[in-house]
């Protein structure tokens, strides 16, 4: 009999489309990212994102490697350091794309070509970001196919609706094609040593009661993050414009 369940009760069986669909989508952004760094006529600026998210998808498969050595450590304090270990792989991807930027001698791909500055920019939205998700995945235990697909959908929130409302370009109808298709997939390794390895961490412990309200609401929830992360933007690059105006 399995724990939680009634005699003669059979666990409900998780829908394979998930995985099925995160598998193909990951496929077409290992050729996209091929494309991106390797077809003829590749802008440096292409060939730096094309690395840096090969990069950041391969220490994601480093930890998983190595899950055995470090998971049991961090299992003491799960929750805890579920939110540390997730915003500490923020810090290091960051840091990577601002390292191959460099190695590439390029601009305009990491938040800022200064990592403190990067940091500053960054690091308050992967931490409420974090703390967000986890607590989501201790009542809810999304599938690791949904954890990584949900971490595609926070940077397009990120990166897409914040970055695009200051870069100028906040929706236009290419963007509109672009994130299902292309962004949505590419995002997924970037992110995915923020969500899935603190989510390996909360399967050590028993889950909480789960919510009776939707799923989709607690799998959106950490969006709800981008509101304050955009009144912390503005009022950092107010104080930096008025400091450089001194």
């Known amino acids: 009999m399995t724990v939680g369940l009634s005699a003669g009760q059979v666990p409900d069986k998780p829908s394979p489309w998930p995985r099925r669909i995160l598998r193909l989508g990951l496929i077409w952004a290992a050729i996209l990212v091929v494309l991106m760094g ?5 802008s440096p600026e292409d060939r730096t994102t094309a690395l840096s998210i090969a990069l950041s998808g391969l220490y994601t498969v480093l930890l998983y490697r190595t899950r055995r050595r470090w998971l049991p450590r961090l299992a003491s304090h799960p929750l805890r350091n579920a939110m540390i270990l997730g915003s500490v792989n923020a810090a290091i991807i960051e840091t990577v794309f601002l390292v191959v930027e460099k190695l590439m001698g390029v601009q305009g791909v ?3 070509p200064n990592l403190i500055v990067d940091l500053l920019l960054t690091m308050p939205w992967y931490i409420g970001m974090v703390i967000l998700f986890v607590k989501v995945q201790h ?22 609706l914040v970055g695009g409302g200051f870069s100028g370009e906040l ?17 997924i390794p970037v992110y995915s040593s923020m ?9 050590t412990i028993p889950p909480a009661p789960t ?12 969006l709800l ?17 008025a400091m450089s105006a001194i």
């Open 38 to 42: 390797a077809q003829r006529g590749a």
């Open 110 to 112: 990491a938040a800022s």
């Open 139 to 160: 009542r809810r235990r999304f599938a690791p196919s949904i954890v990584l697909l949900l971490g595609g959908v926070y940077e397009i929130g990120a990166d897409g």
């Open 171 to 187: 929706i236009t109808p290419a963007a509109l094609v672009l994130f299902p298709l292309v962004f949505l997939w590419l995002f």
């Open 195 to 203: 969500v899935l390895p603190p989510a390996w961490l909360v399967e």
């Open 211 to 222: 919510p009776s309200t939707p799923a989709w609401r607690d799998a959106v929830r950490p």
């Open 225 to 241: 993050w981008l509101a304050p992360f955009v009144v912390y933007l503005v009022l950092f690059l107010v104080v930096a414009g």
